[in-house]
């Protein structure tokens, strides 16, 4: 799954948004009884989590939370992104169950 979190910013910003109705489709989507026990992978540009080597209010995905609470809940099982050209590798439990969000800027 992808999902795009490119916004129109001001000059020396890059912060991203993923759209509440992309997120509703991503929910139907993870939803389907054919995607329930599947490995699933999400590709976006921007980091869900804080990032500790670059300013933060300039950079970061404005609802990184809803995102990643999103992710959790569905048993996302890995999450590639890049927005910050530093490698990192993050785990997170899932909400519900068993199960493991891996995270990774490669």
Known sequence: FGLNT???TLPLFATGYVDPKHLAVLETMFQAPQVQDCFKVVMLHHHVLPFEHK???SRKL???HDVLQCLR???VD???H???HYYQY???PHLQG???LHICEP
């Open 6 to 8: 490119g916004l129109a």
């Open 73 to 75: 809940e569905h048993k």
């Open 78 to 80: 890995l999450v590639i």
């Open 98 to 100: 068993p199960g493991t």
């Open 90 to 92: 993050t785990t997170l």
């Open 62 to 64: 404005l609802n990184a």
């Open 82 to 84: 890049g927005h910050n």
């Open 55 to 57: 300013p933060e209010f």
